[in-house]
């Protein structure tokens, strides 16, 4: 029988005068999976804290199991700068210890590649962003706890580290999780109910993201109180998950019947003919050919004798490993960087936008509304639609009211979403977008992802966000670190298989020569233990002397302190010898 881990029992939690909790009923059981969803200010990360235990409810009551253990990754980091990786994840266990179990190996290995002395002895203040989100998930993976609370997990990882944690966290049938992510390809593969917190209530649904979407149509359909641009939303995303991109293997087989009833009568998610008409209007028959290209990222080389075409109304998803030259494909495309070898060639007629992952651009002086209409008052999104900068802000995210907001007050997802509207508003035909989904709540990634649908150009993307990769984009293209550009006509999937592929053939290329430094390895940890047994005799026989000294040198009071020192120094380096000795016996045995 399951047990009860905690239970929220009528909570209410507010800031300021923002009630983010009103009188909320919840409870969380052994081996539960919990996806949290809603929009950026809800109240999911509060929400979250509560049932840790770091906030207190302004009222209700929440309560543990006896001798629970709850772990949570924040968004905000609570370590020692001054601590190493090794003090964060393994706190004081012995490396004979940790390093001796195969689940501990796998996660170090999973998201850091390796558990290597210079990981492990890296000061965590010198730890980029990305790398202080891998130390706390490895901490809390490590942790033998009943709970984890995850505040967007993924956020940093690339698409393979994505995938392993899904896989993880789905072989630890036992262990409880509720998760914050926009991710909505994790939320899928990893949870199977979904609280959705939306004006202080959480909504319970069973089911991950698509069950939820589903359902929340549903329950819309039925009450007859959504609003019609809401509904239309849903519904066209519920079409894309029964038509939708040939990668996508995990398509939600529950309630088909009622699925397909919802959708029957709703238009295609985007009409590719017309598109592409209005694409080749407005672009002509060339964007961009690569021919014979080597690319070059100071002297590291990324790409070699590259030839791409990409056309008009093309749609595609760039996937790769960390530094393998993503952003810097993008970056040669639009001519920030020039190929070393070989040609570009780019339409006359192309119009590119490039969202980076910076935001140097935005003044802080500025509003929000000034910010867009500072670029245009009205944009063009093609097959005679337009919007005024307003309504486009409305859109991704900023109301009337938040549209007078400072730029020097937004947060940092803000700024992210205003960076976007801009580029928007430039009415530009090749949309080139690096990341684009960092630090947007899914209802927003929802409405992005209808705007592009409604772009007649062209759109290349780097994402790690599998569902807005396969959302959004019709043809996929992978960067594996070997220089060369591959097609993967099954999309995500295919390129993760073929990094297993690559990973598998140089273990086995690297195996023989493992065999041989293990062999080499073995013979030194024999020739350590010898020189260690001897040292260990030389101070077991130093001590003795000197025990017996201390009995002859009982009334010499200065000849007695200086015997006591020396034994406490021998003492101290026969426990050191000690200690050497048992770890490399170990080692030994683990060849």
Known sequence: ???????????????????????????????????????????????????????????GRVTRANAIRVGLLSQVDVEDPSATVRDVVLGDKPKHEWARESGIREIFNGLFGGHSDDLLDRKFAALSGGERRRVGLAKLLIDDLDLILLDEPTNHLDVEGVAWLSRHLNQRKSLAVAVITHDRWFLDAVTDRTWEVVDGQVEEYDGGYSAYVLAKAERGRQASVMEGRRNQLIRKELAWLRRGAPARTSKPKFRVDAAN?????????????????????????????????????????????????????????????????????????????????????????????????????????????????EV??????????????????????????????????????????????????????????????????????????????????????????????????????????????????????????????????????????KKVSNAAQERQIKKDIARLERQMEKAAEKLSDLLQEQESAAFNHERLLEITAELEVVRTNQATLEEEWLAATLALENQ
């Not at 029988?1 to 009188?23: Q, Y």
């Not at 409405?447 to 966000?465: A, K, R």
């Open 261 to 373: 009833e919802l959708i029957s009568a709703e238009p295609p998610v985007r009409d590719g003919n017309e598109l592409l008409r209005f694409a080749r209007n407005r672009l002509g028959n060339t964007v961009y050919e690569i021919h014979h290209a080597q690319v070059r990222a100071g002297d590291k080389e990324i790409l070699d004798d590259l030839y791409w075409n990409v056309g008009p109304g093309d749609r595609i998803g760039i996937v790769g490993v960390n530094g393998a030259g993503k952003t810097t494909l993008m970056r040669m495309l639009i001519g920030e960087i020039k190929p070393t070898v070989g040609k570009l060639i780019t339409g006359i007629t192309v119009k590119p936008a490039f969202l980076t992952q910076h935001l140097d651009e935005l003044d802080p002086t500025w509003r929000v509304l000034e910010a867009v209409e």
């Open 1 to 59: 029988m399951a047990r009860n881990l905690v239970n929220l029992e009528g909570v209410s939690k507010a800031f300021d005068i923002k009630k983010l909790l009103d009188e909320v009923f919840l409870g969380i059981s052994d081996g539960d999976r919990i996806g949290i969803v809603g929009r950026n200010g809800s109240g999911k990360s509060t929400l979250l804290r509560v049932i840790a235990g770091l906030e207190p409810p302004d009222s």
């Open 376 to 513: 245009a008052h009205h944009v063009e999104l093609g097959n005679g639609k337009e919007l005024s900068a307003s309504q486009l802000c409305e859109r991704l995210g900023f109301d009337r009211e938040s549209q007078w907001t400072p730029v020097g007050d937004l947060s940092g997802g803000e700024k992210r979403r205003l960076q976007l509207t801009r580029l928007l508003m430039d009415s530009p035909n090749v949309l080139l977008l690096d990341e684009p989904t960092n630090d947007f709540d899914i209802e927003t990634l929802t409405e992005l992802e209808d705007l592009l649908d409604s772009f007649g150009g062209t759109i290349l993307v780097i994402s790690h966000d599998r569902y807005f990769l396969e959302r959004v984009c019709d043809r996929f293209v992978g960067l594996l670190g070997d220089g060369q550009l591959r097609d993967l006509p099954r999309g995500v999937d295919q390129y993760l298989e073929q990094r297993e592929a690559m990973i598998s053939e140089v273990a086995a290329v690297e195996a023989p020569l």
